[in-house]
């Protein structure tokens, strides 16, 4: 007898232990999940392991905007924001990014008619000549170039808008379902001797890659859902009912009896200097009257550099200041869990492990498919794969039955394309089913 004859007959057995009625239950979820979800974690593993090396390419397309050589001299940062303002004259300034190095240009940000929302105009400065070393458009607060844009929409959206999005929040929502349920089964056969067919390495290379990965996968499982459409939504609103949001800075200034001067970029970066704000940083322009300069660090290669100040505009003195190691705990982990999802936290070291995690993850989903593949009848209509054995949930006892359809309902209410997808698999186990019962008959 064949190793998958006997799991098979060993599901079918009467239960003597709830393990015996759940094992078949989570053997059939974690087949319908790697069969149909399969493909977009598929994709969503790809595309992240393109997107987990953008900064090392962004570095190299944009080379010219970039870089300058480095100079005697430097041009004051107001005169730069000035040259800047000249060529997009229907721009807004929204910040400033003076160069960290002497060789990197400067950045000066703006908002313009036209463009879609967290788009940016970016003119690039050279800070020892003022010239102007080129244009683009830039995204969200990383400030991202066009060719990390792109491969960052492929990855959230495969470049299709909002409606895009819903692939990922599937892969995210279900991503997460699949490895515990691999974890459970193989907890409750990790004393039966693998089958030495082909079949069988391939489930032993499956489980022991899957077993090793589990934990970064339930990693980028939990962070990639806070950027999703519904169930980010759901996690945004968790986090503002428990604070446990970002803090910011305090942009309110004293009043004064006459009207404010600005005391400019220049006097305001040299306060924060002054006070301890190292470089990276980006300087954002009073949002309105008797609001403040803010300058905040906007390096993610180091978990600690996240500090911000406010700043004076008439007087040029620092007003308030937030380190980021006052942040609370749980926004401190939502700061590291973002960056390390994007690759950026410890640099290369943080590509490297993601890198890897793809690798494993395409090569965990290929002998899945493959294992699919050799279980299909080798008579008849030429079927592929088929699933374990239905109706296993039948076997479960009711003590164990009712606590699972409840979380279950929870999850599916606060993860809505993962509950929506769900009663997709069942309404398609049912149809399929049916169909077999009237062959039969």
Known sequence: MSVDQSEERA????????????????LRLHFYAGVFVGPFLLVAALTGLAYVWTPQLEQAVYDHELHVPAGPGVVSLDRQAAIAKAVVPDGTLTAVRPGPTPRDTTQVIFDRPGLEPSYHHTVFVDPHTGEIRGQLETYGSSQALPVRTWIENLHGSLNLGETGRLYSELAASWL??????????????????ASRSARGRLLSWHRTTGLVIAAGLLFLSATGLTWSVYAGASVS?????????TPSVSTAVPAAAAPQGDAGLDAVRAATVQAGLADPVEIR?????????????????????QDSMAVDPAT??????????????????????????????????NQIVLTALAVALVCVIGWGYRMWWLRRPTRGEGRVGRPPSRGTWRRIPGRVLAPVLVVTAVVGYYLPVFGLSLLGFLVVDLVIGARRQEVRA
């Open 237 to 245: 609103e968790l986090r503002a009912q428990l604070d446990w949001t």
């Open 285 to 305: 322009p009073p949002a309105g009257p008797g609001k403040a300069y803010v300058v905040a660090q906007v390096g993610h290669g180091w978990p600690t550099k």
């Open 11 to 26: 599901a079918d057995a009467p239960p003597r232990f709830a393990w015996a009625a759940v094992r078949p239950l989570l």
């Open 176 to 193: 997460w379902i699949v490895v515990l349920a691999g974890i459970a089964l193989w907890i409750g056969s990790w004393k039966r001797k």
């Open 316 to 349: 040029a003195r620092v007003t308030d200041t937030l380190r980021f190691a006052d942040y609370s705990l749980a926004a401190k982990l939502s700061r590291w869990g973002i960056d390390a999802h994007m690759g950026v936290l410890f640099g290369l070291a």
